[in-house]
């Protein structure tokens, strides 16, 4: 089939209703149900980075990431000064946008009331639901390109150029969250011009949102620029934390949800890739398994996959609804399950409790594990720091080998008079060294080692946790550029 004519036939495609009640239904559960969880049980530690990079270190690029989460977290805590339901807002509107965009997507596709139902349901039961407790990068992405893919596949069937500028536009504020969109549109365009359709590289309007992502993305490249490019040295971070191949395969699928989810996943780029009636959208099931491959032989992250689920999902849907009889005596009662266990996830437990997992089927009790603790690690080194003499505390910094701890100490330490936390790990390092009048400092972090050629003394405070450094060698100009830690 020439160009031309998937033109036409595409461009005079009758669209389909909109199941708008069930679809923002689902929606609203969703969000709600983060809602309702969002204010336990305390920030977690990349929550406070964001948090206090924002608050404190607002600038136009940092070492790890683009501006944007940075600078909305600490917006959010500047209108809602410590209120964990605030924060985390945006990212619970997010996934709620997700789940009625991934609707969008299956009603593109041809998919009636049913299938947008049943793959709003699939985003609404997916691990994207569960992330979105935190505000992160990983959290707000998904949505956007969720988004992105919506429009290009909206454009597919409509010819509507305007829907590529938008597409720019979303481009643009992807890439003040994370950097990864850009190897999305290659490889799209790349399959368009392989598999068609090839006049999608010739339209002027995506040119021009492509003009609108990159002039917007200029600021933090002249950041990163002045900085040495430091984004780069986060590719070494990302991959040196690599699980290993069935690792990353696993947890990426399986945060499709368990269930029903991780099945449709499978099932929909099944057929993006081989159904005669998806043809005209082979060339994105091409990128998404293309990107899934490249994640895995760069080393990333699995959770990169959650931002290509929404087409899958549409695409599971619309066949599922289309050539299973009876599909609703099977749908239905496997997103139930899948729902039941998508609420376990979450934070809906006493704080105290300790079980975390159940078989397979993460808890959300687990989040108490990763947010709680940072509380009492302030507590002593806050108590540590309060109780120095006056003029000791005038001359001693307050350092952290580890960005959490930093972040952590930052925002809780304010209380017990800390104002200001210094690390060499990763973004801290960039954010501020200590005046030339500290020539102490009080260290929290796992090796004492890390200070000690520069400073005459060495003081255990809390065995395995906090040593003060007194007699500094050399000026903090001389020192820091040797602490830069990754």
Same mark, same amino acid.
């Given at each position: 089939?020439?160009?031309?004519?998937?033109?036409?036939?595409?461009?005079?495609?009758?669209?389909?209703?909109?199941?708008?009640?069930?679809?923002?239904?689902?929606?609203?559960?969703?969000?709600?149900?983060?809602?309702?969880?969002?204010?336990?049980?305390?920030?977690?530690?990349?929550?406070?980075?964001?948090?206090?990079?924002?608050?404190?270190?607002?600038?136009?690029?940092?070492?790890?990431?683009?501006?944007?989460?940075?600078?909305?977290?600490?917006?959010?805590?500047?209108?809602?000064?410590?209120?964990?339901?605030?924060?985390?807002?945006?990212?619970?509107?997010?996934?709620?946008?997700?789940?009625?965009?991934?609707?969008?997507?299956?009603?593109?596709?041809?998919?009636?009331?049913?299938?947008?139902?049943?793959?709003?349901?699939?985003?609404?039961?997916?691990?994207?639901?569960?992330?979105?407790?935190?505000?992160?990068?990983?959290?707000?992405?998904?949505?956007?390109?969720?988004?992105?893919?919506?429009?290009?596949?909206?454009?597919?069937?409509?010819?509507?150029?305007?829907?590529?500028?938008?597409?720019?536009?979303?481009?643009?504020?992807?890439?003040?969250?994370?950097?990864?969109?850009?190897?999305?549109? @290659? =490889? *799209?365009?790349?399959?368009? %011009? &392989?598999?068609?359709?090839?006049?999608?590289?010739? !339209?002027?309007?995506?040119? +021009? /949102?492509?003009?609108?992502?990159?002039?917007?993305?200029?600021?933090?490249?002249?950041?990163?620029?002045?900085?040495?490019?430091?984004?780069?040295?986060?590719?070494?971070?990302?991959?040196?934390?690599?699980?290993?191949?069935?690792?990353?395969?696993?947890?990426?699928?399986?945060?499709?949800?368990?269930?029903?989810? @991780? =099945? *449709?996943?499978?099932?929909? %780029? &099944?057929?993006?890739?081989?159904?005669?009636?998806? !043809?005209?959208?082979?060339? +994105? /099931?091409?990128?998404?398994?293309?990107?899934?491959?490249?994640?895995?032989?760069?080393?990333?992250?699995?959770?990169?996959?959650?931002?290509?689920?929404?087409?899958?999902?549409?695409?599971?849907?619309?066949?599922?609804?289309?050539?299973?009889?009876?599909?609703?005596?099977?749908?239905?009662?496997?997103?139930?399950?899948?729902?039941?266990?998508?609420?376990?996830?979450?934070?809906?437990?006493?704080?105290?409790?300790? !079980?975390?997992?159940?078989?397979?089927?993460?808890?959300?009790?687990?989040?108490?594990?990763?947010?709680?603790?940072?509380?009492?690690?302030?507590?002593?080194?806050?108590?540590?720091?309060?109780?120095?003499?006056?003029?000791?505390?005038?001359?001693?910094?307050?350092?952290?080998?580890?960005?959490?701890?930093?972040?952590?100490?930052?925002?809780?330490?304010?209380?017990?008079?800390?104002?200001?936390?210094?690390?060499?790990?990763?973004?801290?390092?960039?954010?501020?060294?200590?005046?030339?009048?500290?020539?102490?400092?009080?260290?929290?972090?796992?090796?004492?080692?890390?200070?000690?050629?520069?400073?005459?003394?060495?003081?255990?405070?809390?065995?395995?946790?906090?040593?003060?450094?007194?007699?500094?060698?050399?000026?903090?100009?001389?020192?820091?550029?040797?602490?830069?830690?990754?």
């Amino acid at each position: 089939m020439s160009d031309a004519t998937l033109t036409v036939r595409t461009g005079q495609e009758r669209e389909t209703a909109f199941a708008r009640r069930p679809v923002l239904v689902i929606a609203a559960l969703a969000g709600a149900v983060l809602l309702a969880t969002s204010g336990r049980y305390a920030h977690g530690f990349d929550e406070l980075y964001f948090l206090m990079a924002g608050r404190d270190h607002l600038a136009w690029g940092y070492f790890d990431q683009p501006p944007l989460i940075p600078a909305l977290a600490g917006a959010m805590d500047s209108l809602f000064p410590g209120s964990l339901v605030a924060l985390r807002l945006p990212m619970a509107l997010a996934a709620a946008g997700g789940v009625l965009v991934t609707a969008l997507i299956a009603r593109e596709l041809g998919g009636g009331r049913g299938a947008q139902v049943l793959a709003a349901g699939f985003y609404a039961t997916s691990g994207v639901i569960i992330v979105s407790h935190w505000i992160g990068t990983y959290v707000l992405d998904p949505f956007l390109w969720t988004v992105i893919v919506w429009l290009v596949v909206r454009w597919v069937r409509t010819r509507r150029d305007g829907l590529l500028l938008w597409a720019g536009v979303v481009t643009a504020i992807s890439l003040q969250t994370k950097f990864l969109i850009p190897a999305f549109w @290659v =490889l *799209a365009l790349l399959g368009a %011009l &392989v598999f068609g359709p090839r006049d999608l590289v010739r !339209r002027p309007k995506l040119w +021009l /949102g492509a003009g609108i992502a990159v002039a917007a993305t200029v600021p933090t490249l002249l950041w990163q620029a002045a900085n040495g490019w430091p984004y780069l040295k986060m590719n070494d971070v990302v991959a040196a934390e690599f699980p290993g191949t069935w690792v990353f395969l696993r947890d990426g699928f399986l945060m499709a949800g368990v269930g029903a989810g @991780v =099945l *449709a996943f499978v099932y929909g %780029l &099944v057929r993006l890739l081989s159904a005669r009636g998806l !043809r005209g959208y082979r060339f +994105l /099931g091409v990128a998404i398994a293309a990107l899934i491959v490249a994640f895995l032989l760069l080393h990333g992250r699995s959770y990169y996959l959650m931002s290509v689920f929404a087409l899958p999902f549409a695409a599971a849907a619309t066949g599922f609804t289309r050539h299973v009889p009876r599909w609703r005596w099977v749908a239905w009662p496997v997103l139930a399950l899948s729902a039941v266990v998508t609420v376990a996830g979450l934070p809906i437990y006493p704080a105290n409790m300790t !079980r975390t997992s159940f078989g397979p089927i993460a808890l959300g009790s687990s989040f108490a594990g990763g947010e709680l603790p940072q509380q009492e690690l302030v507590k002593v080194i806050g108590e540590t720091y309060a109780a120095l003499p006056p003029e000791k505390k005038a001359r001693t910094a307050v350092y952290a080998e580890i960005y959490p701890f930093a972040a952590a100490t930052e925002f809780y330490g304010r209380r017990y008079g800390i104002e200001h936390v210094y690390s060499g790990h990763r973004g801290y390092w960039y954010f501020d060294r200590p005046p030339e009048t500290a020539d102490s400092v009080l260290f929290a972090g796992f090796d004492p080692e890390l200070l000690k050629p520069y400073f005459a003394e060495v003081t255990p405070v809390v065995e395995g946790l906090l040593w003060r450094y007194d007699g500094r060698r050399g000026s903090w100009d001389e020192i820091w550029p040797h602490l830069e830690r990754h």
